[in-house]
């Protein structure tokens, strides 16, 4: 018996996993719509795979419930999945967590060995310094009488259903025998590998990954802005040419080291700040880091710039964007680069922007209300009335665009 706090994109993902793997699961929502999306057996966002899972299990081994009392009470194992998005000063925002934390612990009536298994991704070394010092606060030892643990979620966006179920790694961060025996008894039939790790350990693998990936982002759009300036250079090109090289024998790596507006989306940006603060604050400037986020926070600037110049500087000129979620086959729009793009070139006078994206209108409407921009339903529509087209998202949809019109395009993701 599994609780499952928080179900958006890893804790759905995670409650319907475990339920596929045989578990009984409850998953907990604070977000009353969100809940009763999913009790109606929708998704509240698009994620192919997931939706299939969810008919298949609800009402049978994943109960969604708002009241966490009956669930709690019953479970051996919470999992803990709510954000962690942006504090301040870029560091990780663990109040979310705490709150669930809190919540779960009010809750316990009997003296049951509970493990509490943080999912949602933290700074290293916040289990050890922060959450047991927490729970030992409220009067219970940790290891003795109730078990924390962390178990980092790696699952992109847009495949969440089968890199949950055909993992390529589970990391267990335990201290302790008693939590370790019971997450690897939950997970016992994966065929992937288990690695079983300090729960600082745990922590620190979830940003090693993330900050890599970003680097590799803010690398090949560093280089992008080089070879602009050379002019003359075929920038998709070049960085196919460098993917032909063997040693990357064809891996899926390749798309991170692709120019185009920046990386957006939930995870990369926050997680990079998160561990930049983490390391400031721990006393060491990490400098890679720092070089990688400014970068990154540049890049808006630069595209918003390049698409100045192909408008001819013409304010008037009616732009029509392709794309507005952070990244194909997603309707996630947090942190969207086309937000900030947007937000740029009205600042330049731009006014007559128009956009269309295929799954993400309605989404980005919704979030970004405050952004002036005019809705279109199809590509052919934005194409008949743009004066100037510019891709910020690498849908397939857009890869016949050049066939399709003879209107000057700024191609930032260099993707035709
Ligand atoms: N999205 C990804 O691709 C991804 C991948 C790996 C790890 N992560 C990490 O996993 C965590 C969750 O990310 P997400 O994208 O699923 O976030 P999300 O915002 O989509 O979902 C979090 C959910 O938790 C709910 N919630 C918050 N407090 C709650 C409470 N006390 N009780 C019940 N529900 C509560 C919210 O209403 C929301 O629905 C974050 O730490 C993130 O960094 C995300």
Redesign the pocket.
Same mark, same amino acid.
């Given at each position: 018996m599994v609780t499952v706090?928080?179900?958006?994109?890893?804790?759905? &993902?995670t409650a319907l996993g475990f339920a596929e793997m045989g578990h009984t699961v409850y998953g907990?929502?604070?977000?009353s719509h969100?809940l009763s999306t999913i009790a109606s057996g929708k998704l509240?966002?698009l994620e192919p795979g997931l939706d299939k899972a969810l008919l298949r299990h609800l009402g049978h081994n994943f109960k969604p419930v708002g009241d966490?009392e009956a669930a709690v009470d019953d479970s051996e194992i919470i999992y803990y999945?709510?954000? &962690?998005p942006y504090g301040d000063k870029g560091e990780?925002n663990l109040e979310?967590?705490f709150?669930?934390i809190e919540?779960t612990i009010r809750l316990f009536r009997d003296d049951k060995f509970r493990v509490l298994v943080v999912?949602?991704?933290?700074p290293p070394s916040t289990t050890r310094r922060k959450i047991i010092p927490f729970v030992e606060g409220k009067g219970f030892h940790a290891g003795r009488t109730i078990g924390v643990a962390n178990n980092?979620?790696?699952?992109?966006?847009g495949h969440?259903w089968d890199d949950f179920i055909n993992a390529d790694r589970v990391v267990l961060g335990v201290d302790d025998p008693k939590s370790e025996e019971r997450l690897k008894a939950l997970y016992k039939n994966v065929k992937c590998p288990v690695f079983c790790v300090s729960t600082t350990t745990g922590e620190f693998v979830?940003y090693l990954s993330n900050t890599l990936l970003a680097t590799l982002v803010s690398y090949s759009n560093e280089m992008s802005v080089i070879a602009d300036k050379a002019g003359d250079i075929d920038v998709g090109k070049s960085f196919r040419i460098l993917h032909s090289d063997r040693r990357w024998n064809s891996c899926d790596m390749t798309s991170y080291v692709y120019p185009g507006c920046g990386y957006g989306?939930?995870?990369l940006p926050?997680?990079t700040k998160a561990l930049y603060a983490f390391a400031k604050s721990a006393g060491f400037e990490a400098g890679i880091l720092g070089k990688v986020i400014e970068t990154n926070d540049c890049m808006p600037g630069i595209i918003a710039d390049k698409i100045d110049r192909a408008a001819g500087y013409d304010k008037g000129k009616v732009i029509g964007v392709l794309g507005l979620s952070f990244k194909p086959n997603s309707d996630?729009v947090?942190d969207s680069v086309s937000a900030k793009i947007i937000a740029l070139l009205n600042q330049k006078g731009y006014c007559n922007i128009i956009a269309y994206d295929p799954v993400a209108n309605d989404e980005f409407a919704r979030r970004y209300d405050k952004i002036p921009l005019l809705y279109r339903h199809s590509c052919h529509e934005l194409l008949a009335e743009a004066d100037i087209l510019v891709i910020l998202t690498a849908w397939d949809e857009f890869r016949g665009l050049k066939e399709l019109t003879d209107k000057p395009i700024v191609d930032c993701r260099y993707m035709l």
């Open positions: 706090f928080g179900l958006g994109f890893v804790g759905l &993902t907990v929502e604070a977000d969100r509240p966002f966490p999945c709510v954000g &962690t990780a979310y967590l709150a669930a919540q999912k949602s991704t933290i980092p979620e790696f699952l992109r966006e969440c979830k989306g939930y995870c926050k997680d996630d947090r």
